[in-house]
Protein backbone atom coordinates (compact mmCIF):
# COMPACT_ATOMS: atom_id res chain seq x y z
CA UNK A 1 0.00 0.00 0.00
CA UNK A 2 1.35 3.55 -0.99
CA UNK A 3 2.11 6.22 1.25
CA UNK A 4 -0.78 8.48 1.17
CA UNK A 5 1.49 11.66 1.82
CA UNK A 6 3.56 10.77 -1.51
CA UNK A 7 0.51 10.83 -3.62
CA UNK A 8 0.25 13.72 -5.43
CA UNK A 9 -3.17 15.22 -6.73
CA UNK A 10 -3.37 16.45 -10.37
CA UNK A 11 -3.00 20.50 -9.19
CA UNK A 12 0.36 19.40 -7.42
CA UNK A 13 1.35 17.71 -10.75
CA UNK A 14 0.61 20.54 -12.80
CA UNK A 15 2.01 23.17 -10.41
CA UNK A 16 5.47 21.17 -10.55
CA UNK A 17 5.40 21.61 -13.95
CA UNK A 18 4.23 24.62 -14.02
CA UNK A 19 7.58 25.54 -12.01
CA UNK A 20 10.26 22.89 -13.09
CA UNK A 21 9.16 22.07 -16.44
CA UNK A 22 10.00 22.92 -19.71
CA UNK A 23 7.12 23.95 -21.76
CA UNK A 24 8.54 26.42 -24.16
CA UNK A 25 7.24 27.39 -27.33
CA UNK A 26 8.22 24.94 -30.30
CA UNK A 27 6.91 24.92 -33.94
CA UNK A 28 5.07 22.15 -34.95
CA UNK A 29 6.91 20.35 -38.07
CA UNK A 30 3.60 19.78 -39.96
CA UNK A 31 1.56 22.71 -40.78
CA UNK A 32 -1.44 21.32 -40.79
CA UNK A 33 -3.99 22.13 -38.05
CA UNK A 34 -4.86 25.78 -36.17
CA UNK A 35 -3.48 28.66 -37.50
CA UNK A 36 -0.05 29.50 -36.38
CA UNK A 37 2.31 32.79 -36.64
CA UNK A 38 5.70 33.27 -35.42
CA UNK A 39 8.19 36.51 -36.59
CA UNK A 40 11.73 37.37 -35.95
CA UNK A 41 14.13 40.53 -37.57
CA UNK A 42 17.75 39.48 -38.61
CA UNK A 43 18.88 41.96 -35.74
CA UNK A 44 18.89 43.05 -31.93
CA UNK A 45 19.09 46.91 -32.88
CA UNK A 46 19.50 48.88 -36.08
CA UNK A 47 19.94 53.06 -36.87
CA UNK A 48 17.45 55.07 -38.36
CA UNK A 49 17.96 54.52 -42.19
CA UNK A 50 18.53 50.95 -41.52
CA UNK A 51 16.35 48.11 -43.67
CA UNK A 52 15.53 45.62 -41.18
CA UNK A 53 14.37 42.14 -42.72
CA UNK A 54 11.93 40.42 -41.02
CA UNK A 55 11.52 36.10 -40.97
CA UNK A 56 7.51 35.43 -41.10
CA UNK A 57 6.60 31.77 -40.93
CA UNK A 58 2.76 30.63 -40.91
CA UNK A 59 0.54 28.31 -42.15
CA UNK A 60 -2.02 31.09 -42.92
CA UNK A 61 -2.85 32.12 -46.75
CA UNK A 62 -2.77 36.05 -45.76
CA UNK A 63 -1.54 37.89 -42.62
CA UNK A 64 -0.85 41.54 -41.95
CA UNK A 65 1.98 43.11 -40.21
CA UNK A 66 2.08 46.15 -38.59
CA UNK A 67 5.00 47.87 -36.52
CA UNK A 68 4.95 50.59 -33.91
CA UNK A 69 7.05 52.73 -31.49
CA UNK A 70 5.99 51.27 -27.97
CA UNK A 71 6.31 54.12 -25.73
CA UNK A 72 3.85 56.55 -23.93
CA UNK A 73 1.94 57.38 -26.72
CA UNK A 74 2.02 54.08 -30.01
CA UNK A 75 3.09 55.65 -32.82
CA UNK A 76 2.14 53.54 -35.73
CA UNK A 77 5.28 53.21 -38.61
CA UNK A 78 4.06 51.06 -40.53
CA UNK A 79 1.11 49.12 -42.04
CA UNK A 80 0.50 45.84 -44.22
CA UNK A 81 -2.49 44.33 -45.20
CA UNK A 82 -2.87 40.95 -47.38
CA UNK A 83 1.04 39.31 -47.39
CA UNK A 84 1.22 35.44 -48.64
CA UNK A 85 2.20 33.75 -46.00
CA UNK A 86 4.55 31.15 -46.06
CA UNK A 87 5.56 28.16 -43.96
CA UNK A 88 9.53 27.12 -43.62
CA UNK A 89 10.67 24.11 -41.24
CA UNK A 90 12.02 24.76 -38.67
CA UNK A 91 15.54 23.94 -37.25
CA UNK A 92 15.11 21.19 -34.42
CA UNK A 93 18.04 23.26 -32.52
CA UNK A 94 16.81 26.50 -33.74
CA UNK A 95 17.61 28.10 -30.04
CA UNK A 96 21.05 27.38 -30.40
CA UNK A 97 21.77 27.55 -34.64
CA UNK A 98 18.49 30.24 -35.74
CA UNK A 99 15.54 29.47 -37.60
CA UNK A 100 16.91 29.97 -40.80
CA UNK A 101 13.36 31.25 -42.43
CA UNK A 102 13.71 32.75 -45.62
CA UNK A 103 13.11 37.01 -45.22
CA UNK A 104 9.55 37.73 -45.78
CA UNK A 105 9.24 41.23 -45.48
CA UNK A 106 11.96 44.36 -46.32
CA UNK A 107 11.09 47.21 -44.39
CA UNK A 108 13.49 50.34 -45.94
CA UNK A 109 11.71 53.49 -44.88
CA UNK A 110 12.87 53.95 -41.30
CA UNK A 111 14.57 57.28 -42.05
CA UNK A 112 13.18 59.36 -39.48
CA UNK A 113 12.25 56.87 -36.61
CA UNK A 114 12.82 58.23 -33.13
CA UNK A 115 14.88 56.26 -31.11
CA UNK A 116 13.15 53.59 -28.84
CA UNK A 117 11.89 49.84 -28.75
CA UNK A 118 9.50 49.17 -31.84
CA UNK A 119 7.12 46.32 -31.74
CA UNK A 120 6.94 44.11 -35.04
CA UNK A 121 3.74 42.40 -34.91
CA UNK A 122 2.22 39.88 -37.76
CA UNK A 123 -1.66 38.93 -37.45
CA UNK A 124 -3.72 36.27 -39.30
CA UNK A 125 -7.26 37.00 -39.49
CA UNK A 126 -9.99 34.55 -40.66
CA UNK A 127 -13.40 35.94 -41.81
CA UNK A 128 -15.38 37.56 -39.65
CA UNK A 129 -13.55 35.42 -36.47
CA UNK A 130 -11.25 38.52 -36.13
CA UNK A 131 -7.61 37.61 -35.48
CA UNK A 132 -6.76 34.09 -34.89
CA UNK A 133 -3.52 34.28 -34.69
CA UNK A 134 -0.53 36.51 -33.67
CA UNK A 135 2.91 37.02 -32.85
CA UNK A 136 5.02 39.52 -31.55
CA UNK A 137 9.03 40.58 -31.73
CA UNK A 138 10.48 43.87 -30.98
CA UNK A 139 13.90 45.93 -32.02
CA UNK A 140 15.44 48.75 -30.79
CA UNK A 141 16.71 51.76 -32.86
CA UNK A 142 18.80 53.67 -31.69
CA UNK A 143 19.63 57.44 -31.87
CA UNK A 144 20.61 58.97 -35.28
CA UNK A 145 24.05 59.16 -34.92
CA UNK A 146 24.70 62.05 -38.14
CA UNK A 147 21.44 64.33 -36.77
CA UNK A 148 22.81 64.40 -32.87
CA UNK A 149 23.95 67.82 -31.68
CA UNK A 150 24.65 69.49 -28.49
CA UNK A 151 20.73 68.92 -27.65
CA UNK A 152 21.84 65.17 -26.56
CA UNK A 153 22.97 65.90 -23.45
CA UNK A 154 19.39 66.93 -22.79
CA UNK A 155 18.80 63.27 -23.15
CA UNK A 156 18.53 60.15 -21.09
CA UNK A 157 20.10 57.23 -22.56
CA UNK A 158 18.90 53.84 -21.53
CA UNK A 159 20.56 50.74 -22.44
CA UNK A 160 18.80 47.19 -22.55
CA UNK A 161 19.32 44.76 -21.16
CA UNK A 162 18.85 42.72 -24.64
CA UNK A 163 21.57 40.34 -23.32
CA UNK A 164 19.60 39.06 -20.50
CA UNK A 165 16.60 39.23 -23.47
CA UNK A 166 18.57 36.17 -25.54
CA UNK A 167 19.49 34.65 -22.19
CA UNK A 168 15.86 33.89 -20.81
CA UNK A 169 14.32 33.50 -24.39
CA UNK A 170 12.80 30.01 -24.29
CA UNK A 171 11.09 30.45 -27.74
CA UNK A 172 12.61 26.53 -29.70
CA UNK A 173 13.39 24.82 -26.42
CA UNK A 174 16.27 26.00 -24.94
CA UNK A 175 17.99 28.82 -22.90
CA UNK A 176 20.80 29.44 -20.19
CA UNK A 177 18.32 27.80 -18.08
CA UNK A 178 16.97 24.80 -19.42
CA UNK A 179 16.76 23.48 -22.65
CA UNK A 180 16.84 20.38 -25.23
CA UNK A 181 20.88 19.85 -25.17
CA UNK A 182 23.28 17.88 -24.43
CA UNK A 183 23.61 13.80 -24.46
CA UNK A 184 19.95 13.22 -22.74
CA UNK A 185 18.35 16.42 -24.78
CA UNK A 186 17.31 18.23 -21.04
CA UNK A 187 20.33 20.72 -20.66
CA UNK A 188 20.41 24.08 -20.50
CA UNK A 189 22.15 25.83 -24.35
CA UNK A 190 25.32 27.83 -23.73
CA UNK A 191 25.15 29.08 -27.13
CA UNK A 192 22.20 30.74 -28.48
CA UNK A 193 21.37 32.25 -31.48
CA UNK A 194 19.16 35.71 -31.88
CA UNK A 195 17.43 34.29 -35.25
CA UNK A 196 14.51 33.09 -33.75
CA UNK A 197 10.86 35.08 -32.02
CA UNK A 198 10.74 36.01 -28.59
CA UNK A 199 8.51 33.82 -26.27
CA UNK A 200 5.51 34.73 -25.27
CA UNK A 201 5.83 37.71 -22.74
CA UNK A 202 8.83 39.06 -23.54
CA UNK A 203 7.29 41.72 -25.93
CA UNK A 204 3.62 42.49 -24.38
CA UNK A 205 2.10 41.03 -21.23
CA UNK A 206 -1.12 41.87 -19.70
CA UNK A 207 -1.30 44.58 -16.31
CA UNK A 208 -2.40 41.51 -14.51
CA UNK A 209 0.81 38.95 -14.91
CA UNK A 210 2.07 38.34 -11.45
CA UNK A 211 5.37 39.11 -10.19
CA UNK A 212 8.08 37.07 -9.07
CA UNK A 213 7.91 39.42 -5.75
CA UNK A 214 5.45 37.68 -2.94
CA UNK A 215 3.79 41.17 -1.50
CA UNK A 216 1.13 38.88 0.35
CA UNK A 217 2.56 37.29 2.90
CA UNK A 218 2.44 33.02 3.04
CA UNK A 219 0.90 31.62 5.59
CA UNK A 220 2.65 29.98 8.51
CA UNK A 221 4.18 26.62 7.16
CA UNK A 222 2.99 27.24 3.55
CA UNK A 223 5.42 25.69 0.82
CA UNK A 224 6.62 28.01 -1.16
CA UNK A 225 4.86 29.62 -4.08
CA UNK A 226 5.52 30.90 -7.89
CA UNK A 227 2.47 32.65 -8.50
CA UNK A 228 4.27 34.05 -11.64
CA UNK A 229 5.12 30.68 -13.34
CA UNK A 230 1.60 29.24 -12.55
CA UNK A 231 0.22 31.88 -14.09
CA UNK A 232 2.58 31.15 -17.28
CA UNK A 233 1.87 27.87 -17.59
CA UNK A 234 -1.81 28.36 -17.88
CA UNK A 235 -2.27 31.21 -20.07
CA UNK A 236 0.21 29.73 -22.50
CA UNK A 237 2.91 32.51 -21.55
CA UNK A 238 6.96 31.64 -20.95
CA UNK A 239 7.62 31.48 -17.61
CA UNK A 240 10.11 33.74 -18.48
CA UNK A 241 8.51 36.71 -18.70
CA UNK A 242 9.00 37.78 -15.18
CA UNK A 243 12.71 37.45 -15.86
CA UNK A 244 13.53 39.29 -19.15
CA UNK A 245 12.05 41.40 -21.72
CA UNK A 246 10.92 44.43 -23.09
CA UNK A 247 7.43 44.16 -21.50
CA UNK A 248 8.19 43.36 -17.95
CA UNK A 249 11.10 46.24 -17.51
CA UNK A 250 12.47 48.72 -20.47
CA UNK A 251 8.97 48.96 -21.78
CA UNK A 252 7.49 50.53 -18.66
CA UNK A 253 10.35 52.38 -17.90
CA UNK A 254 10.13 54.20 -21.33
CA UNK A 255 6.59 54.62 -20.74
CA UNK A 256 6.90 55.91 -17.05
CA UNK A 257 9.52 58.85 -18.33
CA UNK A 258 8.15 60.07 -21.26
CA UNK A 259 5.18 60.75 -19.69
CA UNK A 260 7.43 62.46 -16.78
CA UNK A 261 8.55 64.73 -19.46
CA UNK A 262 12.32 63.30 -19.56
CA UNK A 263 13.25 62.61 -23.80
CA UNK A 264 14.75 59.25 -23.90
CA UNK A 265 16.89 57.41 -26.41
CA UNK A 266 17.31 53.41 -26.09
CA UNK A 267 20.39 51.25 -27.38
CA UNK A 268 20.90 47.41 -27.24
CA UNK A 269 23.88 46.17 -25.34
CA UNK A 270 24.89 44.59 -28.49
CA UNK A 271 25.40 48.72 -29.83
CA UNK A 272 27.19 49.06 -26.83
CA UNK A 273 29.44 46.74 -27.09
CA UNK A 274 30.24 47.09 -31.03
CA UNK A 275 30.25 50.86 -30.85
CA UNK A 276 30.72 52.75 -27.31
CA UNK A 277 31.40 55.79 -28.48
CA UNK A 278 27.11 55.95 -28.82
CA UNK A 279 27.91 56.87 -25.41
CA UNK A 280 29.29 60.17 -25.83
CA UNK A 281 27.53 63.05 -25.60
CA UNK A 282 25.05 62.04 -23.14
CA UNK A 283 25.47 63.28 -19.38
CA UNK A 284 23.13 60.30 -18.25
CA UNK A 285 23.25 56.30 -19.05
CA UNK A 286 20.46 54.53 -17.34
CA UNK A 287 20.35 50.59 -16.97
CA UNK A 288 16.73 48.90 -15.62
CA UNK A 289 15.19 45.72 -14.58
CA UNK A 290 17.05 42.37 -14.34
CA UNK A 291 20.03 43.31 -16.22
CA UNK A 292 22.40 39.85 -15.42
CA UNK A 293 24.77 39.25 -18.61
CA UNK A 294 27.33 41.45 -20.20
CA UNK A 295 30.49 41.34 -22.43
CA UNK A 296 33.85 42.17 -21.60
CA UNK A 297 33.72 45.07 -23.83
CA UNK A 298 30.40 46.46 -22.61
CA UNK A 299 32.30 46.56 -19.31
CA UNK A 300 35.00 48.77 -20.28
CA UNK A 301 32.33 50.88 -22.29
CA UNK A 302 30.48 51.89 -19.25
CA UNK A 303 34.58 52.12 -17.52
CA UNK A 304 35.81 55.13 -20.14
CA UNK A 305 32.61 56.69 -20.22
CA UNK A 306 32.33 57.13 -16.10
CA UNK A 307 35.75 58.18 -16.02
CA UNK A 308 35.48 60.47 -18.50
CA UNK A 309 32.87 61.95 -17.07
CA UNK A 310 29.45 60.43 -17.73
CA UNK A 311 26.83 59.62 -15.09
CA UNK A 312 24.84 56.02 -14.57
CA UNK A 313 21.73 55.49 -13.65
CA UNK A 314 21.63 51.70 -12.83
CA UNK A 315 18.15 50.82 -11.39
CA UNK A 316 18.83 47.09 -12.30
CA UNK A 317 19.70 43.71 -10.36
CA UNK A 318 21.68 40.77 -10.55
CA UNK A 319 25.09 41.30 -12.18
CA UNK A 320 26.45 37.99 -12.77
CA UNK A 321 27.70 36.30 -15.65
CA UNK A 322 30.00 37.29 -18.23
CA UNK A 323 28.84 36.87 -22.25
CA UNK A 324 30.79 36.77 -25.43
CA UNK A 325 29.44 37.67 -28.44
CA UNK A 326 30.34 35.38 -31.83
CA UNK A 327 29.35 35.11 -34.72
CA UNK A 328 28.72 39.06 -36.03
CA UNK A 329 26.73 38.95 -32.85
CA UNK A 330 24.39 36.61 -33.94
CA UNK A 331 25.02 34.07 -31.61
CA UNK A 332 25.37 34.74 -27.37
CA UNK A 333 27.92 32.53 -25.41
CA UNK A 334 27.68 31.75 -21.70
CA UNK A 335 28.83 28.48 -19.73
CA UNK A 336 27.84 29.84 -16.77
CA UNK A 337 27.98 26.95 -13.89
CA UNK A 338 29.93 24.74 -16.47
CA UNK A 339 32.13 26.80 -17.82
CA UNK A 340 35.48 25.16 -16.00
CA UNK A 341 34.89 22.02 -17.77
CA UNK A 342 33.45 23.18 -20.80
CA UNK A 343 34.39 26.91 -22.13
CA UNK A 344 36.96 26.42 -24.88
CA UNK A 345 38.77 29.36 -23.51
CA UNK A 346 39.52 27.63 -20.08
CA UNK A 347 42.32 25.24 -22.50
CA UNK A 348 43.18 27.85 -25.17
CA UNK A 349 42.68 31.30 -23.35
CA UNK A 350 42.15 34.12 -22.96
CA UNK A 351 41.29 33.27 -19.52
CA UNK A 352 39.70 36.47 -18.35
CA UNK A 353 37.08 35.80 -21.09
CA UNK A 354 35.77 32.51 -19.85
CA UNK A 355 31.84 32.92 -19.67
CA UNK A 356 31.24 32.62 -15.98
CA UNK A 357 30.86 34.86 -12.92
CA UNK A 358 32.79 38.30 -12.95
CA UNK A 359 33.89 37.13 -9.64
CA UNK A 360 35.48 34.51 -10.55
CA UNK A 361 38.88 34.07 -10.19
CA UNK A 362 39.78 33.48 -13.50
CA UNK A 363 38.16 36.99 -14.77
CA UNK A 364 39.14 38.31 -12.00
CA UNK A 365 36.90 41.57 -12.63
CA UNK A 366 34.16 41.89 -9.62
CA UNK A 367 30.62 43.58 -10.94
CA UNK A 368 31.78 46.15 -7.69
CA UNK A 369 34.89 47.78 -9.47
CA UNK A 370 31.98 48.97 -12.45
CA UNK A 371 28.81 48.93 -10.48
CA UNK A 372 29.73 49.11 -6.71
CA UNK A 373 27.56 46.06 -6.24
CA UNK A 374 28.28 41.56 -7.19
CA UNK A 375 25.46 39.29 -7.63
CA UNK A 376 27.36 36.80 -5.97
CA UNK A 377 26.97 38.70 -2.78
CA UNK A 378 23.49 39.39 -3.64
CA UNK A 379 20.88 36.67 -4.87
CA UNK A 380 17.34 36.38 -4.08
CA UNK A 381 14.89 38.13 -2.08
CA UNK A 382 11.44 38.33 -1.52
CA UNK A 383 9.62 35.31 -3.50
CA UNK A 384 9.95 31.45 -3.14
CA UNK A 385 11.77 30.24 0.25
CA UNK A 386 13.90 33.43 0.25
CA UNK A 387 12.36 35.73 2.89
CA UNK A 388 8.82 35.69 1.18
CA UNK A 389 7.93 37.39 4.39
CA UNK A 390 10.28 39.86 4.40
CA UNK A 391 10.52 43.80 3.65
CA UNK A 392 9.66 44.04 0.10
CA UNK A 393 11.59 47.37 0.49
CA UNK A 394 14.82 48.40 0.89
CA UNK A 395 15.80 49.47 4.84
CA UNK A 396 17.42 52.85 4.48
CA UNK A 397 20.72 53.65 6.79
CA UNK A 398 21.82 56.98 5.22
CA UNK A 399 18.37 59.44 5.07
CA UNK A 400 20.38 62.81 4.45
CA UNK A 401 22.35 61.51 0.96
CA UNK A 402 21.06 63.72 -2.10
CA UNK A 403 19.13 61.06 -3.57
CA UNK A 404 17.05 60.70 -0.60
CA UNK A 405 15.91 64.85 -0.60
CA UNK A 406 12.20 65.20 -0.64
CA UNK A 407 11.38 61.99 0.76
CA UNK A 408 10.47 62.49 3.99
CA UNK A 409 12.29 59.51 5.17
CA UNK A 410 13.55 58.36 8.45
CA UNK A 411 16.94 55.80 9.59
CA UNK A 412 15.47 52.45 9.57
CA UNK A 413 12.06 53.52 7.03
CA UNK A 414 11.82 50.83 4.13
CA UNK A 415 11.99 52.40 0.33
CA UNK A 416 9.60 50.73 -1.62
CA UNK A 417 7.96 48.16 0.62
CA UNK A 418 4.51 48.73 -0.36
CA UNK A 419 5.08 48.66 -4.14
CA UNK A 420 7.59 45.44 -3.76
CA UNK A 421 11.09 46.73 -5.47
CA UNK A 422 13.38 44.92 -3.17
CA UNK A 423 14.07 41.27 -5.29
CA UNK A 424 13.37 38.37 -6.81
CA UNK A 425 17.34 38.94 -7.44
CA UNK A 426 19.51 41.77 -6.11
CA UNK A 427 23.24 42.42 -5.81
CA UNK A 428 25.02 43.10 -2.46
CA UNK A 429 28.72 43.88 -1.19
CA UNK A 430 30.92 42.65 1.82
CA UNK A 431 29.51 45.28 4.16
CA UNK A 432 30.13 45.60 8.29
CA UNK A 433 28.02 47.96 10.81
CA UNK A 434 29.79 50.60 12.57
CA UNK A 435 27.62 52.73 14.69
CA UNK A 436 24.36 51.67 13.48
CA UNK A 437 25.93 52.57 9.66
CA UNK A 438 26.93 50.18 7.14
CA UNK A 439 30.53 50.60 5.35
CA UNK A 440 32.04 48.54 2.37
CA UNK A 441 34.09 45.88 4.33
CA UNK A 442 37.80 45.58 5.12
CA UNK A 443 39.39 43.95 1.55
CA UNK A 444 36.23 44.01 -0.54
CA UNK A 445 37.10 45.36 -3.82
CA UNK A 446 34.77 48.40 -3.94
CA UNK A 447 34.76 51.79 -5.79
CA UNK A 448 36.93 54.03 -3.13
CA UNK A 449 34.30 56.43 -1.47
CA UNK A 450 31.42 54.58 -1.93
CA UNK A 451 28.56 54.60 0.41
CA UNK A 452 25.57 52.51 1.45
CA UNK A 453 22.33 54.25 1.41
CA UNK A 454 20.37 51.25 2.16
CA UNK A 455 20.69 47.39 2.75
CA UNK A 456 18.23 44.50 2.54
CA UNK A 457 18.97 40.75 3.72
CA UNK A 458 19.12 38.39 0.45
CA UNK A 459 19.88 34.40 0.22
CA UNK A 460 21.39 31.87 -2.57
CA UNK A 461 19.32 29.00 -1.34
CA UNK A 462 15.85 28.44 -0.34
CA UNK A 463 16.26 26.97 3.08
CA UNK A 464 13.35 26.68 6.11
CA UNK A 465 11.15 24.33 8.05
CA UNK A 466 8.63 24.60 4.82
CA UNK A 467 10.57 23.34 2.04
CA UNK A 468 10.60 20.05 0.70
CA UNK A 469 13.53 18.44 -1.20
CA UNK A 470 12.29 18.43 -4.70
CA UNK A 471 9.61 20.57 -4.65
CA UNK A 472 10.94 24.37 -4.85
CA UNK A 473 12.38 26.35 -8.13
CA UNK A 474 16.44 26.72 -6.98
CA UNK A 475 16.98 24.08 -5.94
CA UNK A 476 21.17 23.90 -4.52
CA UNK A 477 23.25 24.91 -7.70
CA UNK A 478 23.02 28.82 -7.16
CA UNK A 479 24.56 28.06 -3.55
CA UNK A 480 26.96 25.22 -4.63
CA UNK A 481 27.84 27.72 -6.95
CA UNK A 482 28.50 30.95 -5.22
CA UNK A 483 30.63 28.85 -2.69
CA UNK A 484 32.69 27.61 -5.41
CA UNK A 485 33.09 30.95 -6.47
CA UNK A 486 34.27 32.97 -3.33
CA UNK A 487 35.57 30.19 -1.45
CA UNK A 488 36.73 27.76 -3.59
CA UNK A 489 34.70 24.84 -2.26
CA UNK A 490 31.10 24.09 -2.25
CA UNK A 491 31.10 21.96 0.41
CA UNK A 492 28.62 22.40 3.39
CA UNK A 493 30.83 24.17 5.07
CA UNK A 494 31.41 26.99 2.64
CA UNK A 495 27.46 27.56 1.98
CA UNK A 496 26.82 28.06 5.30
CA UNK A 497 29.32 31.30 4.74
CA UNK A 498 28.46 32.55 1.65
CA UNK A 499 24.48 31.90 1.48
CA UNK A 500 23.75 34.75 3.02
CA UNK A 501 23.77 37.79 1.00
CA UNK A 502 22.40 41.65 0.64
CA UNK A 503 20.87 43.76 -1.56
CA UNK A 504 21.69 47.84 -1.42
CA UNK A 505 21.61 51.15 -2.74
CA UNK A 506 25.14 52.37 -3.33
CA UNK A 507 26.73 55.63 -4.79
CA UNK A 508 29.90 56.57 -5.56
CA UNK A 509 32.37 59.19 -7.61
CA UNK A 510 35.07 57.70 -10.14
CA UNK A 511 37.33 59.60 -12.18
CA UNK A 512 35.19 62.44 -13.40
CA UNK A 513 31.89 60.86 -13.28
CA UNK A 514 29.59 58.96 -10.66
CA UNK A 515 27.41 55.85 -10.46
CA UNK A 516 23.76 55.60 -8.21
CA UNK A 517 22.86 51.69 -8.19
CA UNK A 518 19.84 50.66 -6.79
CA UNK A 519 20.41 46.77 -6.79
CA UNK A 520 17.10 45.58 -7.59
CA UNK A 521 16.06 43.73 -10.66
CA UNK A 522 12.58 45.16 -9.72
CA UNK A 523 12.94 48.90 -9.24
CA UNK A 524 10.29 49.32 -12.09
CA UNK A 525 7.79 48.28 -9.65
CA UNK A 526 8.04 51.58 -7.57
CA UNK A 527 7.25 53.14 -10.76
CA UNK A 528 5.17 51.49 -12.24
CA UNK A 529 3.00 50.88 -8.99
CA UNK A 530 2.93 55.08 -8.67
CA UNK A 531 5.88 54.57 -5.31
CA UNK A 532 5.72 58.56 -4.82
CA UNK A 533 9.26 57.83 -2.93
CA UNK A 534 10.29 55.59 -5.52
CA UNK A 535 9.61 58.11 -7.57
CA UNK A 536 11.23 60.77 -5.75
CA UNK A 537 14.58 59.03 -5.60
CA UNK A 538 14.70 57.84 -9.05
CA UNK A 539 13.96 61.65 -10.43
CA UNK A 540 16.48 62.97 -8.08
CA UNK A 541 18.90 60.50 -9.74
CA UNK A 542 18.26 61.54 -13.23
CA UNK A 543 17.34 65.33 -12.67
CA UNK A 544 21.14 65.74 -11.21
CA UNK A 545 22.45 63.39 -13.65
CA UNK A 546 21.19 64.87 -16.35
CA UNK A 547 22.46 68.14 -15.07
CA UNK A 548 25.59 69.97 -16.16
Not at 16 to 34: F, H, I, K, L, T
Not at 204 to 215: F, K, M, Q
Amino acid sequence: MSDPSQVQSPAMDWRREAVQGNYAERPPSDPEGPTRIWLYADRISYRPGDPIRISVNTNAQLYSLEIYRDGAVRELVFHSEDIAGVWSATNANCSEVGCDWPVSVVITNTDGWRSGGFVIRAFAASGGDGVVAESEHVVIIGPDRQARTAATNDRLLLIAATATWTAYNDWGGSNHYQGLSGPEGNDFSPRLSIQRPYARGFVSIPDEAPRAVLLDQPGILEEPEYPHMEWAYLNGYSKKYVSAGWASFERRFVIWAEKAGYLVDVISQTDLHNDPALLSGYRCVATIGHDEYWSWEMRDAIDVYVERGGRVARFAGNFMWQIRLEDGGNTQVCYKYTARDRDPLMKVGPRHLVTESWEAGDIGRPGASTFGLNATQGMYASWSGCSPRGAKGFPLYRPDHWALAQTGLYYGDIIGGQSGVFGYEVDGIGYEIRGGLPFVAPGAVAPVGMEILALGLSSTIEEGEAIKPGQTFLGQEDAEYVAMVLTGSADRASIEKTKRGCGAIVHFERGKGEVFHAGSSDWIMGLVRDDQIVIRITRNVLDRFLTP
